[in-house]
């Protein structure tokens, strides 16, 4: 519900505060008084158009700040933590700023947000029905989900199979185009793969196999710089037999060896290091033994070396294609084992699409198949719309008013199903159906609208309805029944109106008067919320301009009464 509205620099609006109660609020106040700025300030507040021509002249902006009380558990709720936004007692402050330099501005809950974002709210929180937001039920989407609302259960779910067949339908038929048009880049993608793993195949990389081609070649390269210098080091270790006579270091070993094992048992710490001796020397002999072996076996083989250099550019040349950047022969590898992956995956696109087109098939049946229940639900429930909503109208001053719905059904399925809805007016007898567009004039499509809030009020009505100019063009009975008619809808939601019938302003469980100040602006003390006597007064100004009548002050005193036994019997 709301609770309370505070504008300020908008139209002849300076400043002023709505206080706002559950059931019926009515605003009312002399011609120019600045009655429409309120629905104004409502529109602004939830996502409405900002035009700089609404900021009060000499003001920088204009500003509407509002108080809403939502449930703690509600879906306004649940997207204000989604925004960040906090609630306060389960009370919701919303705020709208438009500056004259044409900026706006919106908070939810403290948090600042996209203006559109209140216009999302807003279609759980408020119906503004304006002169210029009857726009709304003039579009055939906005009818067609007017009669899936009065369907009720009879609608949601066949409504709710079909769209979720449509969805599956809908992603099938994506990958199916998307695998379709991408054939002949998905071929050359395999050709490709086909060919890298071909080059891989030839070549057959062992894992590890350049870096131990690297050993080698290293080897081979300095074959005879490594022959002389292992050469030259057993020399040193046993001498050399075609050299001086060098003492070499397997000799000087045991020569130390012998000396201290001459005298070692004249000291057991000599035995010790002799044993030491014998064992370097024995180590000495087996390292000598080593190099000679290595001396012998390598050897300069130009063609293994050349082999073996070849070899290494042919990986080179792979790892360069194929691998990242220092990843050698493992990454060629790693790149062979994922493509083989991929190309196979590309293979079994064929009889992937095959599978693809069964599957598109079997769930065009099904959403055609729900299409067809969803089609024969809305044409049960439009006929039944139909005649409720022309019901109504006959009381609002429309009695040959016909409201039908046209109801034609495309080979082309949407979100919705395939049904285009409109809904057609027939104002008078021998007039032709035509859309509400082009057959309702603004006070027409007004009452065409409470009418059609008033036969939802018992389905899923939003909790606060607003209506601005409803009982244009209409008077007497007529009035009376725009009245009551405003207050069945507010046993179910709240309801604001701004009215200059006194037979609508009857019916208010809560009355506002908008008074301008000498200025010409409206203040903060320029709204004023009415007593009883303050009530028949305003109404006795209505009825004939004139406070202070007698006559009028009867008439009003009586309008009141019977609104209060129409409101008596809607209670019991």
Sequence with gaps: MLEELRISGLGVIDDAVLELAPGLTVVTGETGAGKTMVVTGLGLLFGGRG????????????????????????????????????????????????????????????????????????AELIAVHGQTDQLRLRAPARQRDAIDRFGGADIA??????????????????????????????????????????????AAPQAGEDISLAAEVGRLSHA?????????????????????????????????RAAVERVADHDPALKVIAERLAEAGFLLSDVATDLAVYADDIDSDPRRLAAAQERQSVLAALARKYAELGA???????????????????????????????????????????????????????TLFGESVTGELHDLAMPHAVVTVDLRTS?????????????????????????????ASGGELSRVMLAVEVVFAGADPVPTFVFDEVDAGVGGR????????????ARVAQVIVVTHL??????????????????????????????????VSELSRMLAGLEGSALAHGHAGELLAAAAGFKNDLIA
Excluded at 423 to 432: I, N, Y
């Design 157 to 202: 779910a066949p409504l709710a199979a079909y769209r979720d067949a449509y969805r599956g339908h809908l992603e099938v038929e994506t990958t199916l185009t998307e695998l379709t048009e991408r054939a002949r880049d998905r071929a050359r993608e395999a050709d490709l793969l086909r060919f890298g793993l071909g080059e891989i195949e030839a």
């Design 224 to 256: 005879d710089l490594l022959r002389g210098a292992a050469t030259a080091a057993h020399a040193g270790l046993l001498g050399d037999p075609a050299g001086d006579d060098i003492p070499d270091a397997v000799g000087l070993v045991s020569g130390a």
């Design 51 to 122: 035009d700089t021509g609404l900021v009060r002249a000499g003001s920088p902006r204009a500003a509407v700040d509002g108080r809403v009380r939502v449930g703690a558990d509600s879906r306004v709720a649940e997207r204000v933590d989604e925004l960040g936004g906090d609630l306060d007692d389960e009370t919701l402050l919303l705020s709208r700023v438009v500056g004259a330099d044409g900026r706006s501005r919106a908070q939810i809950g403290g948090r600042s947000v996209p203006v559109g974002t209140l216009a999302e709210l807003a």
């Design 411 to 439: 080979e082309n399925y949407g979100p919705h199903g395939a049904d285009e809805i409109e809904l057609l007016l027939t104002p008078h007898p021998g007039a032709p159906a035509r859309p509400l567009a082009k057959g």
């Design 328 to 382: 050698g022969v493992d990454g060629v590898l790693g790149w062979a084992v994922a493509s083989a992956d991929r190309l196979a995956e590309l293979d079994n696109d064929d009889s992937r699409l095959v599978e693809l087109s069964a599957e598109a098939t079997r769930l065009r049946a099904l959403m055609v198949a729900f299409g067809e229940q969803l089609t024969a639900a809305r044409h049960k429930t439009a």
């Design 478 to 489: 007529a009035a009376v029944e725009v009245g009551r008619r405003l207050a069945r809808l």
């Design 502 to 535: 006194p037979q609508v302003a009857a019916f208010a469980d809560r009355h506002l008067v908008v008074v301008k100040s000498d200025d010409g602006l409206v203040t903060s003390s320029g709204i004023v919320a009415l007593d009883d006597d303050g009530r």
